[in-house]
């Protein structure tokens, strides 16, 4: 195949050569196969491209190097061993054509010096700034925990040995850590740092290596935040930390320096504020003045940050993240349904739950719930809220309470009143019913979702019930059967164990996690105010499963349709005002 591509290229582009072995040698550690010297002339500049085939061509893309001018931090777009960065990360191509990879590899490393040529190609840096930045000896990662888009501000810091960890505030920070590191009872001693808030994040050639190389990029990308510093440095007894937010079309990018003690000045703090105002009166030193004798010539650390706030984790900064985490779910159940639901929520960036359930995680439960067999013989409420503060350090609040809801709002009926939406997925009407009674009584009373699931999974209701409207009992019979089901049974037996039903087959829990699904996805849409009270949102799996689980559609629910529903799918009811509901008129 060599061979043949090498007489194509060679004929192809005039006064191309073969790489000599001693040539291909520098890209050894590539493992290279083959390559080719392609002279590439723009305006009057001559450009050798080295075209370099991997062991691994076609499946690996060529590299082109150029290496004479084009060097890593020299120029964006090219990688750290010299190569071009020719295309977005994740890009595919077609291995099946190598003279095709071979012809845009060349092409578009040529794009690529062409457009050297315009001086705005070096802000390409900025766009691609984390290809370029990274730490420096003794750098640190810091995992930020601090939302985009804000003003400069002084925050909170946490010095671990390994890592640091900045948050808006120490109450932030300490919730971050105590639900990250359960098992670390110890205080934790928090400091300050600096966050500043730049035009656009810095290119190479700004990559500050002393205190004085800050302020030159300060003053032109962030000049309000002079002062701010300036009050940093002063009030640090040692080194100190600035945090960075550059602003991109793409979105923000963050990283990180450590201002170290300043030499010239003496270590010890309390001397430094003489050596700052030597000349002038107690606070008269103009800022510049200030700015140059607190960064003269301190050395600088570069850290690498990296984003672990809520609107990063969940969706990379999609908008409606904010408005979710602003959220207080109240989860009545922590079962085999509501663990899933709970788990969905949190992953969707539900800033506060809390968890209602009195049952301990036994074997059998395992199978369909979300925690394992480490948590049998345990609360179920208390291992999720582990489970979930674990996974989502950054949630604004787990609570749990391992009793029934009824015990606890006859305690405290404020942990009720104070969330936006209630969650019910009990699926027994002792429950749920009275749910619905104190719901009806107490004009203020979140609205509720009631979530459960037919006889083996094969469908799932979700209805919302708001103060106005029918209330839960209006779609019920008065033993808590709901008047319109997706489907029916002949035999009797499943009948009997509607809520266990699913446990008895293999695709139980992989029906369950569609009604999981439903369930989640109404709550969060009424979060959102995307779906109003008196809505019932019913999911179903397709005919052929709920046949081989011996059932089929009731009448009821095929009216619905001028076809049957073959397949799967969700749909929108609306949950009927009865007219003579017990609950709804008081009796
Ligand atoms: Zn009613």
């Given at each position: 195949?060599?061979?043949?591509l090498s007489r194509w290229v060679l004929a192809k582009c005039p006064n191309t050569r073969d790489?000599?072995?001693?040539?291909?040698?520098?890209?050894?550690?590539?493992?290279?196969?083959?390559?080719w010297v392609v002279p590439f002339e723009?305006?009057?500049?001559?450009?050798d491209l080295q075209v370099?085939?991997?062991?691994?061509?076609?499946?690996?893309?060529?590299?082109v190097?150029?290496?004479?001018?084009?060097?890593?931090?020299?120029?964006?777009?090219?990688?750290?061993?010299?190569?071009?960065?020719?295309?977005?990360?994740?890009?595919?191509?077609?291995?099946?054509?190598?003279k095709?990879?071979i012809w845009?590899a060349i092409k578009?490393a040529t794009?690529?010096?062409?457009?050297?040529?315009?001086?705005?190609?070096?802000?390409?840096?900025?766009?691609?700034?984390?290809?370029?930045?990274?730490?420096?000896?003794?750098?640190?990662?810091?995992?930020?925990?601090?939302?985009?888009?804000?003003?400069?501000?002084?925050?909170?810091?946490?010095?671990?040995?390994?890592?640091?960890?900045?948050?808006?505030?120490?109450?932030?920070?300490?919730?971050?850590?105590?639900?990250?590191?359960?098992?670390?009872?110890?205080?934790?001693?928090?400091?300050?740092?600096?966050?500043?808030?730049?035009?656009?994040?810095?290119?190479?050639?700004?990559?500050?290596?002393?205190?004085?190389?800050?302020?030159?990029?300060?003053?032109?990308?962030?000049?309000?935040?002079?002062?701010?510093?300036?009050?940093?440095?002063?009030?640090?007894?040692?080194?100190?930390?600035?945090?960075?937010?550059?602003?991109?079309?793409?979105?923000?990018?963050?990283?990180?320096?450590?201002?170290?003690?300043?030499?010239?000045?003496?270590?010890?703090?309390?001397?430094?504020?003489?050596?700052?105002?030597?000349?002038?009166?107690?606070?008269?030193?103009?800022?510049?003045?200030?700015?140059?004798?607190?960064?003269?010539?301190?050395?600088?650390?570069?850290?690498?940050?990296?984003?672990?706030?809520?609107?990063?984790?969940?969706?990379?900064?999609?908008?409606?993240?904010?408005?979710?985490?602003?959220?207080?779910?109240?989860?009545?159940?922590?079962?085999?349904?509501?663990?899933?639901?709970?788990?969905?929520?949190?992953?969707?960036?539900?800033?506060?739950?809390?968890?209602?359930?009195?049952?301990?995680?036994?074997?059998?439960?395992?199978?369909?719930?979300?925690?394992?067999?480490?948590?049998?013989?345990?609360?179920?409420?208390?291992?999720?809220?582990?489970?979930?503060?674990?996974?989502?350090?950054?949630?604004?609040?787990?609570?749990?309470?391992?009793?029934?809801?009824?015990?606890?709002?006859?305690?405290?009926?404020?942990?009720?009143?104070?969330?936006?939406?209630?969650?019910?997925?009990?699926?027994?009407?002792?429950?749920?019913?009275?749910?619905?009674?104190?719901?009806?009584?107490?004009?203020?009373?979140?609205?509720?979702?009631?979530?459960?699931?037919?006889?083996?999974?094969?469908?799932?209701?979700?209805?919302?019930?708001?103060?106005?409207?029918?209330?839960?009992?209006?779609?019920?019979?008065?033993?808590?059967?709901?008047?319109?089901?997706?489907?029916?049974?002949?035999?009797?037996?499943?009948?009997?164990?509607?809520?266990?039903?699913?446990?008895?087959?293999?695709?139980?829990?992989?029906?369950?996690?569609?009604?999981?699904?439903?369930?989640?996805?109404?709550?969060?849409?009424?979060?959102?105010?995307?779906?109003?009270?008196?809505?019932?949102?019913?999911?179903?799996?397709?005919?052929?499963?709920?046949?081989?689980?011996?059932?089929?559609?009731?009448?009821?629910?095929?009216?619905?349709?001028?076809?049957?529903?073959?397949?799967?799918?969700?749909?929108?009811?609306?949950?009927?005002?009865?007219?003579?509901?017990?609950?709804?008129?008081?009796?």
């Open positions: 195949m060599i061979a043949e790489l000599t072995r001693d040539e291909l040698s520098r890209y050894e550690a590539k493992d290279p196969l083959h390559g723009c305006k009057t500049d001559r450009f370099v085939l991997l062991q691994d061509f076609p499946w690996a893309k060529p590299r190097y150029c290496t004479e001018k084009f060097q890593f931090m020299q120029f964006p777009h090219v990688e750290k061993d010299g190569a071009f960065c020719l295309y977005p990360p994740g890009t595919e191509h077609n291995p099946l054509n190598p095709g990879l845009d578009e794009r690529l010096i062409v457009a050297s040529y315009d001086d705005a190609f070096i802000n390409d840096f900025a766009d691609e700034f984390d290809s370029y930045w990274s730490k420096t000896e003794g750098g640190k990662n810091i995992v930020s925990l601090l939302p985009p888009g804000g003003a400069s501000r002084r925050v909170s810091l946490w010095r671990s040995t390994v890592d640091y960890y900045l948050a808006d505030d120490d109450a932030a920070l300490e919730n971050w850590l105590r639900n990250r590191f359960p098992g670390n009872k110890k205080d934790y001693s928090f400091s300050t740092a600096t966050h500043i808030v730049l035009k656009r994040p810095i290119l190479p050639s700004e990559y500050p290596k002393s205190g004085a190389a800050i302020l030159r990029f300060l003053r032109e990308l962030a000049p309000d935040s002079m002062e701010l510093l300036a009050d940093a440095a002063e009030t640090a007894d040692d080194r100190f930390t600035v945090s960075f937010e550059g602003r991109t079309d793409d979105g923000p990018v963050f990283f990180a320096i450590e201002v170290m003690p300043p030499i010239k000045q003496g270590m010890k703090a309390g001397r430094r504020p003489d050596m700052v105002q030597k000349g002038f009166r107690p606070g008269k030193v103009p800022i510049p003045i200030r700015m140059q004798r607190l960064f003269g010539g301190n050395k600088v650390e570069r850290h690498e940050s990296v984003r672990a706030d809520p609107s990063w984790i969940h969706g990379r900064d999609t908008p409606t993240v904010a408005s979710l985490f602003d959220k207080h779910v109240l989860m009545i159940g922590a079962g085999s349904l509501g663990s899933e639901v709970a788990l969905l929520l949190a992953k969707t960036g539900v800033g506060s739950i809390t968890l209602v359930d009195q049952e301990r995680l036994d074997y059998p439960n395992v199978g369909r719930h979300v925690l394992g067999v480490a948590d049998v013989g345990k609360s179920k409420a208390k291992s999720l809220a582990e489970k979930l503060a674990g996974s989502f350090p950054h949630m604004r609040s787990i609570k749990y309470f391992a009793e029934d809801w009824q015990s606890l709002f006859g305690k405290r009926p404020e942990v009720f009143h104070n969330t936006d939406l209630i969650v019910s997925t009990v699926g027994s009407w002792v429950a749920e019913g009275r749910l619905n009674q104190e719901a009806k009584k107490a004009a203020d009373f979140p609205p509720v979702i009631y979530g459960w699931a037919e006889p083996f999974s094969v469908a799932g209701h979700a209805v919302l019930i708001g103060s106005n409207g029918p209330c839960f009992a209006c779609g019920m019979d008065h033993l808590g059967k709901a008047l319109q089901t997706v489907c029916e049974w002949d035999t009797e037996t499943t009948r009997k164990q509607p809520h266990c039903g699913a446990s008895f087959q293999p695709y139980g829990p992989v029906s369950l996690s569609g009604v999981a699904a439903l369930v989640a996805k109404t709550t969060t849409k009424a979060l959102l105010g995307e779906v109003h009270p008196g809505t019932e949102t019913v999911y179903w799996a397709s005919k052929e499963e709920i046949a081989e689980q011996g059932g089929c559609f009731t009448s009821d629910f095929l009216n619905c349709f001028s076809d049957v529903p073959e397949f799967g799918g969700t749909r929108k009811f609306e949950w009927r005002q009865k007219e003579d509901c017990a609950f709804c008129t008081g009796a």
